[in-house]
């Protein structure tokens, strides 16, 4: 007998939406036994679970456990820094983390970037206004979120190859639907390459103090005591790597759905007003994030099904928004869809510190897009998705624009 529900059967990252309809309507709460874990679909549990304290978003404690003491040493840096996530940190301790954060990164600074975000659209726009083609995800989509975040930190420009390269190897780590020895091994070398430069961008700075995000993060870990030195590091690391696979994602399968949907294409390049509705909508319409995990600290009631200690939770955003009891017509692309609460940034404690920025980035580089280059077309070869159950995107999204 088939599993009811089962995300490693072929085809099911091209499209997993009617695999999450069917199981939301059979089986809201589900143990799935590829995944060892509870699978959740429905908006309310969604929502209920990413806001409940007795379930912990610490992912990497109960990994580490799970490892014996030669793997657990070989990787010793790469779960040392993601244990200084604030993502994967419980209260009190992610309070603090997070407090830090936001005295750095608060929303006002991320708006404040408009102008900076506008100068590095036009310039990634222009690389493709003469040819009249590129990759979306290559030329446009990846350089512009790791550009705006290096700027934001104080970081050279000139690096964002590396931080490509190490950002791939630790999201293969984060989010990978099967994790084997090699991909540890990349995640680590990377995990430690990252901070051993972030380390030495402190120490540059400690010499030499600048006007800039990083400096003025030295200063309150210094002055504060808040944040120790590997925590200041591993929250710039984190700041690196979440802000902007993510983003690259969010333009990549946006403009995806966009193009399979030339009416709503057409719509919002008449009516370019409606691009910040247009942006929540593919937020929700098919968002960068598919899953975020949770585990049980202790036994837990949950519609009617009972989660033990230490069991893991598969809570599955993507799903829960296209759920029809919070969303009419849920499966319909609808730019200038009104009360879009989507859950693509997350819920409560760990709502996503830069959902500012990535929309500002969202909607700048959406509206120059389609302004300057007009409707772009699907190219070959046909888009792959990423094989991963935490992030959503394409590897390349080759297109071509109108002469
Ligand atoms: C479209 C783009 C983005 C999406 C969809 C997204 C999504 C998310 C989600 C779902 C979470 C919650 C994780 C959880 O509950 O376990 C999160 C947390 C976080 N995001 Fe984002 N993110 C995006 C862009 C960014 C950017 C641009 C930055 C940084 C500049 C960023 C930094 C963070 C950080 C630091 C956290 C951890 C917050 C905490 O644990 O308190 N994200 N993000």
């Known amino acids: 007998m088939s599993p009811l529900f089962d995300p490693r059967r072929p085809g099911f990252l091209a499209d997993p939406y009617p695999d999450f309809a069917a199981l939301r309507a059979r089986e809201p709460v589900h143990w799935c036994e590829g995944l060892k874990s509870w699978v959740i679909t429905g908006y309310d549990l969604c929502k209920q679970a990413l806001n409940d304290p007795q379930l912990s978003a610490d992912r990497i404690s109960p990994f580490r456990d799970s490892l014996g003491e030669t793997e657990r040493r070989r990787i010793g840096d790469l779960l040392a820094m993601l244990e200084d ?71 050279p420009l000139e690096d964002q190859d590396k931080f490509k390269v190490w950002s791939d190897d630790l999201a293969t780590f984060v989010g990978s639907a099967q994790l084997t020895p090699d991909k540890r091994a990349r995640a680590q070398d990377s995990a430690r390459a990252m901070c051993d430069y972030v380390h030495a961008a402190v120490a540059a700075r400690r010499r030499e103090p600048r006007d800039d995000r990083l400096t003025r993060l030295m200063a309150l870990a210094d002055e504060s005591g808040e944040l120790s030195e590997r925590e200041m590091v591993a929250t710039c690391v984190l700041l690196l790597f979440a802000g902007h ?110 959902a500012p920025l990535a929309r500002l980035e969202g909607r700048i580089a959406i509206r120059a897009l389609l302004a300057r280059l007009g409707a772009p077309a699907l190219a070959e070869p046909a888009p792959e998705w990423i094989d991963s159950l935490s992030l959503r995107g394409v590897g390349a999204l080759p297109v071509t624009f109108p002469s």
Do not use: S
């Open 245 to 354: 696979e993510t983003t690259t994602n969010l333009i990549g399968n946006g403009m995806l759905a966009l193009m399979r949907h030339p009416a709503e294409l057409e719509g919002l390049r008449r009516q370019p007003e409606l691009t910040e509705a247009a942006v929540e909508e593919m937020l929700r319409y098919d968002g960068p994030t598919l899953a975020m995990t949770r585990i049980a600290l202790e036994d837990v009631d949950y519609g009617g099904t009972t989660f033990r200690k230490g069991d893991r939770i598969f809570v599955f955003l993507a799903a829960a928004n296209r759920d029809p009891a919070r969303f009419p017509d849920p499966d319909r692309l609808d730019i200038a869809r009104e009360d879009n609460r989507h859950l693509t940034f997350g819920y409560g404690i760990h709502f996503c510190l830069g």
């Open 85 to 155: 996530w604030m993502v994967f940190a419980d209260p009190p301790r992610h309070t603090r983390l997070r407090r830090a954060a936001n005295q750095i990164f608060p929303p006002r600074v991320m708006e404040g970037m408009a102008p900076r975000v506008q100068a590095i659209v036009a310039g990634l726009i222009d690389g493709m206004a003469e040819r009249r083609a590129g990759d979306l995800i290559r030329d446009f989509g990846f350089p512009l979120p790791v550009m705006v975040i290096a700027d934001m930190l104080g970081l």
